[in-house]
């Protein structure tokens, strides 16, 4: 393509920058031909003339567009060159904060210097399972790639991770080791894992420094080979180590630090165990203290020790060879202080009073005097003899040094061996991934032998990476079969050849050492003269004769050739060496004695191999060992797939999220990203399927292009648009371009969006103008309108104006002349009125004054004549007085006169005569009356003495009777006798009884007024109250809020510890479960390794629950059997302990969380047994004492009537006899009376007794029952053998045994009624002592207070006896409730042991017909035969296929047949046969789930007959709580033998197991589905813009799977609905089910949106809230809205809006912070910075914006973690649902074929 149609206006470019390296610039101008400059316009706004080398054509490297930068593949990007790849890491490592990018199949890691949250077991298992491409760049991902490609090409894998210091390789490795480790799945329980990282804290501590470039810098090469089984588990592992820098254990540079293991040492030296070290502060010794920088921020030494000391007990190395390897480091710090004193200019010698050196020595246990002799000696060997040399100064220190570099070398390598042995296992591996964490490319400004063994390695590793990568370019394009040429690429070899090849740098560097006067100067000549002018890798500094430069493929490094001889040798006085073989430290001496390969570390050569090679590898240089084991290493990595990881170190000040682009570029070039990018350059770097291309560049196409076939349609519209076909190829699925293809494409497909944008403008803005002057056009017509409707109304207006002043001036004038007319006339008339007013008033004063002289005249005239009247009535009034007093008098004096005479009396005493006469008659007639009652007395006098005469004979008659009666006087005498003692103790009683209420009186008197007066105070105290209660109120209304708030939070937090208790439980209940399955698994492996290919007893497979209930063993013999049979077959004998450690503490955890049901279920059962006594005693009272003594007493009072009757017959007969003698009548009556008493006394005592004994045979029957089922019978006391030889019937046997247990029942309630009567004699006595006291104290106090304590005694004994008379009334109504309960089914079981026989008679009598026999009612059981409990279970357990049946009967019949069986078991009292019958069902259910644990109908069906199977065992339990809603023969049908609560908790937890497999299996089917349903598939149509793809798929990657929709998730949600209730599961336990599903999706979308870039758009939060309302709608249609399954999708739902909404100003981040509720702050952030625009019109996140969000959200107190658990599973109940389905209206079909069982 021409530079003039790339570089036109507009374009973008990078052009090189000193300080940046690479800059943008845009173009102001377009290019033409034979320009030698471009006028740039730089970001910062300045305008930069740009020149051009017109002679070769270099153009500045053009820019990708800003749609494919950020992508997640460098090799996806259009351009591909060095300014592209450092841009797009910046933009992703600081706006995104992503540290993880593609580079075709390396993984660049750049080092955040900051903890992230992407390390999590989540994120390991979000990565688990995915294609690499599926996902957003993460070590995980290379790590899952690696595994996967192991498991399916059979081959080994590598994972090759490099960079240099501080760039996080080891961090990489471990990462990529822990995600082996938890995905694998070990067989062994995690303790192989466990053992492969420890290992890293131990290689930390002693291959691990501090140097300027990284506090934690790995001084070491090691290959991890990671082996696996059959299975792909984790077995074990071996390690490889490589180059240790051994000079760091002598010297530090400025700022840098020995290995972190001497820091350790010195920092737990105060520990009492390290104190025989004598160690103290690091600045103390030399080897610590000469980088003066002995401290590491935010790092404990301490706790690093304590880490690890830890993994060295995990790894099985004792706490004594811990202490002497501590020792052997601590002896290496002293050997550092030992100084030295020169003698002379050749001979030196240790310090006299050298402390240290008597340390080492001590501590070595060697000889003092040996080691201070060969310190400063050499032992020389010539031909003839051999002779002592002493060493100068400085050769002693140096050999000191070497000695301590010798013995930290060996030491290393034994650890490392012991880590191989601790990891070594003796199963065959099957395959193995290797992690290979080597040093990256280094140079410095002196440059030694280290650097130049690592630079080689890196060039042997490179070269090896170029040719992988070269041969998957090759695959790639012939697997699509597209004509390729061969791409030409830069090759190392010639820089390989110069290091290694003979009469290399290596091989003369041996040469040189083996020349007895070899050096480094004649080294370096030898290198001049042999490469200087044949290699072009190899250069001569200008200004050294001591140096060599060697052009590597990162860049050139120059080497200074001192010391190269000196490291390459590693010599060491071997005299010091034998001197320390003389120890008596057995560890040291195993250390000197062992070879340098004794440990399997520096090849990959086995134990015993090493040591055969030992001594011949002891003689060879460091270089020819490097070489040799660099060699091995490349075998074993061509050997197997690699995958590559560059560790990338931002910046050297290790500042997070800051990148240098210096450093970053440098290292860029050094570990082959680049030329990864150079070679898919050469090529077709960018691929594209033909639909995605179809979908991104539909919009270049015509209607008329568009074919049915989409590859032909590309085609077509590349050949128009790119004319070179050069430029692509088209493969069988996917088109290949050239580099900057995809640019152009992208540039035409922008021009032709920015046509049809500019189209679509002009035609709006058409529209717009159009629709402006249209309503502009309205607006002036309406104006115009207006205007003239205004002028014509103001014409009007004018016309109406000029009418109206015309009619004003008329009106006005008409006004005027009126006015002044009504002035003048008003003007004459006031005249006229005020004239003829004078002249009225004139003559009305006249006439009122002569009116006035008129009235007074008359009154004057008036008065005189009343005056003249009143004086004239009163003389006429007193002469009448005069004459009527006068005349008054006369009449006066006659009436006195009259009244003295004699006829005036008589007239008076008339009336009296009247009175006497009456009064005279009334007294004869009395007279009369007594005359007769005279005579009546004396005819009674008569009468009386007849009958006195009369009763004397009769008194005669009985004196005669009563000789005859005296021999029976005593007995007559003694009853009066009696008689008289009752008598008098009636009278005492009488007499008490009456003192008694005489006090009662007196004291209710008092009473009386007391509580009159308490209640006056009463009546105050009740309005204080009332007050107080007011202000009461007032206060707890404020109280109640309080509390109801309190109430509310610890109801919640009760709540959620109870959920998070649930959730702890059945956490361990399925880590049981889990355990259990791998029991079994170790158990068949023993059973095979024992028995080899010999069969299992067939009977022994299908019996095996039963064989183990048999027997008895417990969990624990059997672990115990297990491990005997394990160690015989020479398994892994620790790991079978740790196992059954395990299994015993979960075992422990679960007794623990059932303590206190347990606790529960003793206090039920020892209120049950109290509840047993008052029963007996109850029925005793009742039955005996209650119905008797009613009888007895209507019968005592019928019989005290009649003889009260006789009694009074008898008395009226002898009346006025004195007493009764004998033989009189009364007498007789009396002796009758007697008789007949005693008489019935024997008869209610002979009732009492037959009744009693009716009752106890009752309960000696049903105990014997019991007894007869439980333990054979003995024969000799069979009642059979007796009924036969005392009677045929038994009626005396039973006659006499009903009266033994009638006796014993008699005596036990004799002796608790006396023992009773004596409790209550002796609590009356205490309680008199008591009020006696009482008495005695207030008869001491004053009256009012005596009163008042009389009160509060009488209101608290009151109070107390009310308060026991509560309870002893509701414990009665409880016991009288069981009690009837009981009584029912003991009536009830008597019937029908009277029916059966009845039944049993009737057939023994009649002779065997043939007749049809009608059933009788069901009752609700099920009869088996013992032993055909594995024949039940067979049908309807094992064989059962939900499938087939569940269609045919009715849900949960299984259950019911099972529980039906099991009330027959109880019904016969058979407690073994309901234990069998349990366990084998239980262990029945267990072996169907673990055979068919995968079948969704196998799992969901047995959920439910287990959930109904529990509640037909609460149902009919006859617990209150469970049988209230029970029908009355439901209640019948309840267990009356057995309490079977003890399974419930059983029972349950096996529920929990099915409901967790039932979750697991619902998500193995669903979690496939659940990303391409919700977030891949484009669910609306047009809405979705196709990005560039960002990934390029492996070819080793597995292929696509069969897509999935959102439709598909539906119809699975519906399946798992219908299924559920097909199988009849509780609604409740349904919604359970559907909200963990919800959460399953929420949790897999959401943690794949937060770690897939691309997914992070504004279309794909619109299909996300999509797809979540059509959830929401099937939540709806199922009628499931309360499930809480709608709140689970909460965050997902959230995540989407964040994806939708504004996010630019403040504003909107308060917005965001508001809206986001059930989001944390990480997945907030996470999300704001994956935020990826799909075109040119979207913009990024701000920095800023970010910034805000978190400013906003710092005060959240949440976890930080980044993804949601999908693992968690929310804590499941199962709540009591009675069943409406009584047991006796099921139906067995006959498909089942259970004919054995008898329906009963």
């Known amino acids: 393509m021409a530079a003039a149609e790339l570089y036109c206006r507009h374009a973008r470019v990078w052009i090189p920058d000193p300080a940046e390296v690479w800059r943008s610039a845009e173009l102001l101008g377009d290019y033409s031909p034979g320009d030698t400059c471009l006028h740039l316009l730089l970001e910062d706004g300045t305008e930069l003339q740009y020149k051009l080398d017109v002679k070769n054509a270099v153009f500045p490297p053009l820019r990708n567009p800003d749609i494919l930068v950020g992508e997640n593949d460098l090799t996806a990007l259009s351009y591909l060159h060095e300014p592209a790849v450092l841009h797009n890491l910046r933009v992703r490592f600081i706006e995104s904060k992503l540290i993880y990018t593609y580079c075709g199949i390396v993984l660049v890691a750049i080092n955040p210097y ?73 067989s062994s329980e995690a303790s192989i894992e466990e053992r492969v990282l420890a290992s890293s804290p131990i290689m930390e501590a002693i291959g691990n420094a501090k140097t300027t470039r990284n506090d934690n810098s790995s001084r070491f090469g090691k290959y991890i080979e990671i082996g696996f089984d059959g299975k792909y588990r984790i077995i074990g592992a071996n390690m490889r180590t490589y180059l240790l820098e051994k000079s760091r254990v002598v010297f530090q540079a400025s700022e840098e630090r020995n290995y972190h293991i001497f820091y350790q040492l010195c920092a737990v030296s105060n520990l009492p165990e390290f104190e025989v070290l004598q160690l103290g502060s690091t600045s103390d010794f030399l080897y610590t203290n000469q980088g003066r920088n002995l401290i590491i921020g935010a790092v404990d030494d301490a706790k690093e020790m304590l880490a690890t000391r830890n993994a060295f007990s995990l ?49 070595m246990e060697v000889s003092r005097q040996d080691m201070t002799h060969w310190l400063c000696h050499k032992k020389l060997r010539t031909a003839s003899e051999t002779y002592n040399k002493p060493m100068p100064k400085a050769q002693a220190v140096n050999a000191r040094d070497a000695l301590a570099k010798h013995i930290y070398g060996r030491l290393f390598m034994w650890i490392v061996g012991r880590i191989n042995k601790a990891l070594y296992t003796s199963i065959s591996q099957h395959s193995f991934i290797g992690v290979l964490d080597i040093y990256g490319f280094e140079t410095f400004e002196v440059n030694s032998f280290e650097q ?39 090759d190392n070899q010639p820089c390989i050849s110069l290091i290694e090849a003979k009469m290399g740098v290596l091989d003369l560097l041996d040469e040189e050492c083996k020349m007895p006067k070899g050096s480094d100067d004649s080294w370096a000549q030898k290198l001049y003269n042999t490469h200087l002018k044949t290699s072009a890798h190899f250069e001569k500094p200008r200004m050294s004769n001591r140096a060599f430069v060697i052009r590597h493929f990162a860049d050139k490094v120059e080497y200074q050739c001192e010391g190269f001889l000196e490291k390459n040798k590693d010599t060491v006085n071997e005299e010091q060496i034998n001197a320390l073989k003389t120890s008596k430290f057995e560890l040291l001496v195993e250390l000197l004695q062992e070879g340098d390969s004794a440990a399997g570390a520096s090849g990959p050569l086995a134990l015993s191999h090493a040591k055969t090679v030992a001594k011949r590898d002891h003689k060879k240089t460091v270089g020819l060992q490097f070489r040799n084991s660099l060699h091995l290493l490349m075998e074993t990595l061509n050997a197997t797939t690699p995958h590559y990881v560059r560790c990338i170190k931002p910046n050297d000040i290790k500042s997070s999220f800051m990148m240098d682009p210096i450093r970053a570029v440098q290292q860029l070039r050094a570990c082959g990203v680049l030329e990864t990018i150079c070679i898919s350059a050469a090529g077709f770097p960018s691929r594209w399927t033909y639909q995605e291309f179809f979908c991104r560049y539909r919009v270049l196409m015509k209607l008329r292009d568009i074919l049915v076939d989409k590859k032909l349609t590309c085609r077509n519209i590349l050949e128009k648009l790119i004319q070179d076909q050069d430029k692509y190829q088209f493969g069988k699925t996917k088109i290949f371009f050239r580099a900057g293809q995809v640019a152009f494409l992208e540039k035409l497909r922008a021009d032709r969006l920015r046509k049809a944008c500019v189209h679509i403008q002009k035609t709006i803005r058409c529209w717009l103008a159009r629709k402006k002057y249209l309503r502009i056009k309205r607006m002036v017509i309406t104006v115009q309108r207006y205007v003239r409707g205004h002028q014509a109304r103001c014409l ?44 009225a008033r004139k003559l009305y004063h006249q006439l009122l004054f002569e009116k006035k002289v008129l009235v007074a005249q008359r009154w004057a005239r008036g008065w005189l004549a009343r005056f003249w009247y009143r004086r004239c009535l009163a003389a006429v009034v007193y002469l009448q007085c005069c004459v009527r007093r ?187 479960v889990k355990l259990e399955e791998r029991f079994r698994d170790l158990k068949e492996e023993a059973g095979l390794a024992l028995t080899g290919h010999l069969r299992k007893d067939s009977t022994y497979s299908s019996n095996e629950s039963e064989c183990t209930r048999s027997t ?292 023994e009598s009649m002779p065997p017909v043939s007749i049809p026999r009608r059933e009788r009612n069901f009752q609700g059981m099920l009869e088996y035969k013992i032993g055909d409990e594995n024949k039940l279970l067979k049908i309807l357990v094992t064989d059962m296929r939900p499938q087939g049946v569940a269609v045919s009967m009715i849900p949960g019949l299984p259950a019911y047949i099972l529980f039906m069986c099991v009330r027959h078991a109880d019904y016969s009292n058979d407690d073994q046969r309901i234990r069998v019958l349990l366990h084998s069902t239980i262990n029945s259910i267990k072996s169907v789930l673990k055979r068919r644990g995968d079948d969704l109908e196998t799992v969901s069906f047995w959920l439910a007959n287990t959930c109904k199977f529990l509640n037909c065992l609460k149902q009919y339990s006859g617990d209150e709580v469970y049988t209230k809603h029970n029908t009355p023969q439901q209640n019948d049908h309840c267990l009356c033998n057995f309490d079977l609560t003890e399974y419930w908790q059983v029972l349950s937890d096996l529920a929990i197991q099915i409901y967790q497999q039932l979750i697991k299996c619902m998500e193995d089917h669903l979690h496939p589905m659940i990303v391409a349903g919700m977030l891949e598939q484009e669910t609306i149509q047009g809405v979705m813009g196709v990005k560039p793809p960002g990934q390029r798929k492996r070819t080793s990657s597995f292929a696509e799977e069969v897509s999935h929709t959102l439709d598909s998730i539906v119809r699975q949600l519906s399946l798992y609905h219908a299924t559920m209730l097909r199988h009849g599961l509780q609604a409740e336990l349904i919604k359970q089910v559907v909200r963990q599903q919800f959460y399953v999706i929420c949790s897999v979308t959401l943690n794949n949106l937060l770690l897939r870039k691309d997914m992070c758009s504004w279309s794909k939060g619109l299909q996300i809230r999509y797809n979540v309302c059509q959830l929401e709608e099937w939540l709806q249609d199922k009628a499931l809205q309360g499930s809480g399954a709608r709140e689970t999708l909460e965050p997902l739902i959230q995540a ?94 006959c498909s089942l074929k259970l004919d054995f069982l008898k329906r009963v």
Not at 798 to 816: G, P, S
Not at 945 to 957: C, F, P, S, Y
Not at 1362 to 1368: A, C, I, K, S
Request: glycine letters at 4%; proline letters at 2%; a negative charge.
């Open 114 to 186: 900051e903890n992230l949250h992407i390390y999590g077991s989540d994120v390991i298992n979000a990565y688990s399972g995915q294609n690499i491409g599926d996902m957003d760049p993460h070590i995980f991902a290379v790590a899952e790639e690696a595994y996967r490609q192991m498991a399916r090409d059979k081959r080994n894998q590598s994972i090759i991770v490099s960079g240099e210091s501080g760039a996080g390789k080891t961090v990489s490795a471990k990462y990529a080791m822990r995600y082996f480790a938890t995905v694998s799945g070990s």
């Open 315 to 363: 790894l099985g190395i004792s706490e004594a060879r811990q202490m002497g390897l501590f020792q052997i480091l601590a002896a290496i710090l002293h050997l550092g202080n030992v100084e030295f004193k020169q003698r002379g200019s050749e001979s030196c010698s240790v310090l006299p009073d050298s402390v240290h050196l008597g340390i080492f020595c001590d501590l």
């Open 452 to 490: 130049f063994c690592i630079n080689y390695a890196n060039e042997k590793l490179q070269q090896q990476f170029n040719v992988h990568v070269f041969k998957l370019e090759q695959e790639e394009y012939m697997k699509e079969q597209i004509p390729w040429t061969l791409i030409d690429f830069c």
């Open 796 to 839: 009007a207006h004018h016309l109406r104006r000029t009418k109206a002043a015309v009619t004003i001036q008329k009106y006005q004038r008409m006004r005027v002349a009126k006015t002044q007319y009504q002035r003048q006339r008003a003007a004459a008339l006031l005249l006229q009125c005020n004239f003829r007013g004078y002249r």
């Open 886 to 1072: 006068m005349l008054a008098r006369r009449q006066l004096r006659r009436l006195k006169i009259e009244a003295r005479s004699v006829e005036h009396f008589r007239n008076l005493n008339v009336g009296m005569e009247n009175k006497i006469m009456h009064l005279q008659c009334k007294i004869n007639e009395q007279h009369k009356e007594n005359r007769e009652l005279n005579d009546r007395l004396s005819a009674l006098r008569i009468s009386h003495a007849a009958e006195l005469d009369r009763l004397g004979h009769q008194l005669e008659r009985l004196l005669g009777v009563e000789e005859e009666a005296r021999r029976q006087a005593g007995r007559v005498s003694s009853m009066l006798q009696e008689m008289a003692t009752l008598r008098e103790e009636l009278e005492s009683s009488r007499e008490e009884r009456e003192s008694v209420e005489e006090k009662a009186r007196a004291y209710m008197d008092s009473m009386e007024k007391m509580v009159a007066e308490l209640n006056e105070k009463n009546r105050l105290l009740k309005s204080e109250k009332d007050e107080l209660n007011r202000l009461t109120q007032e206060q707890g209304e404020n109280v109640s809020e309080k509390m109801e708030k309190s109430h509310l939070e610890d109801v919640q937090q009760l709540q959620t510890e109870l959920n998070e208790e649930r959730f702890r439980y059945q956490n361990l209940i399925s880590e049981h």
């Open 1112 to 1403: 008895g063993f417990t969990e624990s013999d059997e672990l115990f059997s297990v491990q005997e049979d394990i160690i015989k077959a020479g398994l892994d004998v620790s790991l079978v302990l740790k196992l059954q450690k395990r299994v015993s503490v979960l075992e422990q955890e679960k007794q623990t969380l059932q303590n206190e049901l347990d606790n529960k279920e003793e206090e039920i059962l020892h209120k049950q047994a109290k509840y047993e006594e008052q029963y007996k005693k109850a029925l005793e009272s009742e039955i005996d004492c209650e119905a008797l003594k009613r009888q007895e007493l209507e019968s005592e009072n019928k019989k005290l009537k009649r003889d009260l009757n006789e009694l009074r017959q008898s008395l009226s007969k002898g009346r006025g006899a004195t007493i009764a003698s004998p033989g009189s009548p009364a007498y007789k009556v009396l002796l009758k009376q007697l008789r007949s008493t005693s008489e019935e006394l024997e008869v209610r005592k002979d009732e009492v007794m037959i009744l009693r004994s009716q009752l106890v045979s009752l309960e000696s029957l049903r105990h014997k029952e019991i007894l007869n089922s439980s333990a054979p019978i003995d024969c000799s006391r069979s009642p059979s053998f007796d009924l036969r030889e005392l009677n045929e019937d038994g009626e005396l046997w039973m006659a006499y045994e009903g009266l033994k247990e009638a006796n014993k029942l008699l005596e036990s309630q004799l002796q608790a009624q006396k023992q009773s009567h004596e409790e209550e004699v002796s609590r009356l006595r205490v309680e008199l002592q008591e009020v006696q006291k009482e008495r005695d104290q207030q008869q001491e106090l004053p009256q009012d207070a005596r009163i008042e304590a009389n009160l509060q005694v009488q209101i608290s004994r009151l109070t107390r006896q009310n308060l026991d008379l509560l309870e002893q009334n509701e414990n009665q109504d409880k016991l009288i409730r069981k009690l009837k309960k009981q009584l029912k089914v003991y009536v009830k079981k008597t019937e029908e042991h009277e029916e059966v026989q009845t039944e049993q008679a009737d057939t």
């Open 1696 to 1789: 989407a809006q964040l994806l939708q909404v504004n996010k630019k100003t403040p504003q909107d981040a308060e917005a965001v912070s508001t809206m986001c509720t059930a989001l944390s702050a990480v997945q907030i952030v996470k999300v704001l910075n994956l935020y990826t625009p799909l075109n040119e019109f979207e913009e990024r996140v701000s920095a800023n914006f970010i910034m805000n969000i978190q400013d906003l959200l710092k005060d959240r107190k949440e976890s930080q973690q980044l993804l949601m658990d999908a693992k968690n599973v929310y804590p499941v109940t199962f709540p009591f649902h009675p069943s409406a389905v009584g047991l006796e209206t099921i139906q067995i079909p």
